[in-house]
Structure formats: structure tokens, C-alpha cells
């Protein structure tokens, strides 16, 4: 991939951007970007900024220029080197951003629904949805004395698993203590595809020895890629994928996930309207209640990774989603909605 005719880094909130005044000016082609930005000259003598259909006017030091997203522009070569600096009006955030909120809502709202449909089937059962972190599932149920969690999942395409990854330079590594997170490790030090996406970001971005960050913190590392490099690379390649190995047994590891790399084990889920057991533990009693007929959760699918550039820092993550479940669905729902048998109910008192 051809590499960029400038160098950039970020402070406050801006890009900072080079352009040598040895550039060649073959390299300043006409191009759009995905939002408003404003370009602000801090150095330079003779440079110029010429966007569609109108004539082209002086970068003079000092000088500020609007340039609405999606529209053509370029910038023509003068005698020294230029700096600039950016600021670009993110509405891809502002939309990823409201995209996030309303599918937690969303998401928020099934869980409510699956805990009040359980909390109405009598008083020796509660469920609560205790604020803690990711590291807990989602709904705590209590039977009589025993408790156990509930991940609700609100479709049966929902990501199961997504821990952050970050490359040091030399190798990748996470801060997630989680089966899944060991797994994505594993997976990339072992890619071939992996190590062809390192190499082809260090092309790319003219960054030897590159260093991908999954937090906005990280980006402050000298030799980090940053954000734009890093959205303009993979859009460029037209897949944002790294690594990815098909076809295994994503009901082991997720069971794995949601029993030992949870605080405190899930035994159970939700899967939009399907209920399964989660490995074979049953603290709940559930499954004798209901003759043993409770599936448990298991099928095969895809591990993903992939680079995520729709916030104010790229995260590279996993992606791990039954696409074959088996049983293929469970005759169970905790739905208050649902017409599968609920669970609980042989627990009522």
C-alpha cells in the first residue's frame, strides 16, 4: 500500500500535519474526507488549498479554511514545508456514538423484561440487575437460597465474547484475564494473516515498527498508528478483519468464558427467546425441575478479529458468534412474552 505524503500526530484533540517541502506533487492528489474539517496554517510559504470547481487560494500562515465532508480538494506544493493543523467536526462519533446509547437501551430493556417476567412468577424467585462491571453477567436470579447469574443475550447473533487486544511492536497482547482473551492472543501470534496485517499497517503508515493500541491513551506512543492512518488503511483494503479461524467449537469456549472468566460463574442464558444451561452445573435446580429437558448451550462458529474505527480511538476485538447452535433452539424462554415453557416456573412455591 503507498504510503502517505505527510506525517501527522495529535495534540489536544487536533492533528498536527506535516507535509516535507521535498514532497512530490504527483503525491497530492485530489481526495475527500468523511467529515468537516477545519485546516488551520501554522507554517509554510507558498502552499495552496484548492477545493472543487473553485480557484485555488494561499495557505498563508494563520489562515483558516473550511472544507465540508465528501467534497474533492487538494493542496498545491510550494517552496518550504508546510504544518497544518486539523480539526475535524466527528460526526461518525456523534453517529456511533448515538448508535451505542440506543442499542444499550434497547439492550437494557430486554434485560428488564426477561428479569420482570421472572420476578412475576412468585416470591421465592427475584431477579435483580445489580450495577457492577462487565466482569458480572447480566441478571442475578435467586431461588429460594440459591442464586446464580443470567447473561441475556437479546439475539441469538449477539457477540458472546469481545475482549481488546493491543500489539507492543513485537507481539500481541491483552490486559483481559478472560478464556476468550488468552484465545485471541493465541490466535494472532499464530496468524499468518496477522503478521501480513502488521507489515502492510508499517507500509502503510511509514511506521517501522508499529504500534496498534486499543486505547485512546495508547495513541500518545510515538510510534502508535494513529486513528486516521489506521481508518483510511483498512477502508482502503476493504476488510477490517485481521485474523479469524472458522468453524470450531465457540459453545466450549464461550461456556469457558461465562463459567470461569466471569467474578462469579453464569450458569445460564437467555438467547433472544431460547433459554439454555451454560456447561452442566444447575445451581438453580432448574433442569431437574423440568425433567432434565433444559438444552445446554452449545454450536459451533467463526473467531473474529478485527480493527473497530468508529470512535475517537480504533479498538481491535473480537468477534465470536454461534452460527450454528445445537440444539438449534431451546423449547425454554424466560420471556414473559414467549410462549415456550418458563424455566422457573417449576420453581414456584
Known amino acids: 500500500m503507498k504510503k502517505l505524503p505527510f506525517k501527522q500526530h495529535e495534540s489536544g484533540g487536533k492533528l498536527i500535519r506535516e507535509f516535507s517541502g521535498d514532497v512530490d506533487s504527483s503525491e497530492l492528489v ?23 470547481n473553485k480557484l485555488p487560494v494561499a495557505l498563508s500562515e494563520g489562515s483558516s479554511h473550511l472544507i ?40 437494557d430493556a430486554f434485560e428488564v423484561s ?11 424467585i427475584t431477579a435483580t440487575r445489580p450495577s457492577v462491571g462487565t466482569q458480572y ?12 447469574w443470567l447473561e441475556v443475550k437479546m439475539n441469538s447473533t449477539d457477540n458472546l465474547s469481545n475482549p ?13 484475564k478472560t478464556p476468550t482473551a488468552q484465545y485471541a492472543i493465541d490466535l494472532l501470534n499464530g496468524s499468518p494473516d496477522a503478521k501480513k496485517f502488521v507489515t502492510e499497517i508499517a507500509a502503510f503508515s511509514g511506521i517501522s515498527n508499529p504500534v496498534l493500541p486499543t486505547t485512546k491513551g495508547g495513541l500518545k506512543d510515538p510510534n502508535a498508528v494513529p486513528l486516521e492512518v489506521m481508518r483510511e488503511f483498512v ?16 459453545g466450549a469456549l464461550v461456556t469457558q468464558h461465562y463459567t470461569e472468566g466471569k467474578a462469579e460463574p453464569a450458569n445460564y442464558m437467555q438467547s433472544g427467546d431460547s433459554f439454555y444451561l451454560i456447561g452442566g452445573a444447575d445451581p438453580l435446580g432448574l433442569s431437574s425441575a423440568n425433567e432434565g429437558s433444559i438444552p445446554i448451550l452449545g454450536g459451533t462458529g467463526d473467531f473474529k478479529m478485527r480493527v473497530s474505527t468508529r470512535s475517537s480511538f480504533y479498538e481491535i476485538q473480537a468477534e465470536v458468534k454461534i ?21 422457573f416456573a417449576a420453581k414456584v412455591k
Do not use: C
Open 68 to 107: 465540508p465532508k465528501n467534497t474533492y480538494h487538494r493542496i498545491i506544493k510550494g517552496t518550504t514545508k508546510l504544518v497544518v493543523e486539523i480539526t475535524e467536526e466527528n460526526t461518525a462519533l456523534r453517529s456511533y456514538i448515538r448508535e451505542v446509547l440506543t442499542e444499550s437501551k434497547k439492550s
Open 164 to 176: 481488546r487486544v493491543f500489539y507492543d511492536g513485537s507481539s500481541w497482547k491483552t490486559t483481559y
Open 235 to 250: 477502508e482502503g483494503r476493504g476488510n477490517r478483519y485481521i485474523a479469524s479461524e472458522d468453524g470450531i467449537d465457540i
Open 30 to 52: 485530489w481526495h475527500r474526507d468523511r467529515e468537516d474539517r477545519t485546516v488551520v496554517t501554522l507554517s509554510g510559504t507558498g502552499w495552496m488549498l484548492q477545493v472543487e
Open 137 to 148: 453477567a447480566d441478571v442475578l436470579v435467586k431461588v429460594d437460597s440459591q442464586s446464580s
Open 114 to 124: 426477561v428479569a420482570d417476567a421472572i420476578n412475576s412468577l412468585g416470591e421465592n
Open 323 to 343: 452460527k450454528k447452535f445445537d440444539p438449534a433452539n431451546s423449547p425454554f424462554s424466560a420471556l414473559g412474552s414467549s410462549n415456550k415453557i418458563n424455566p
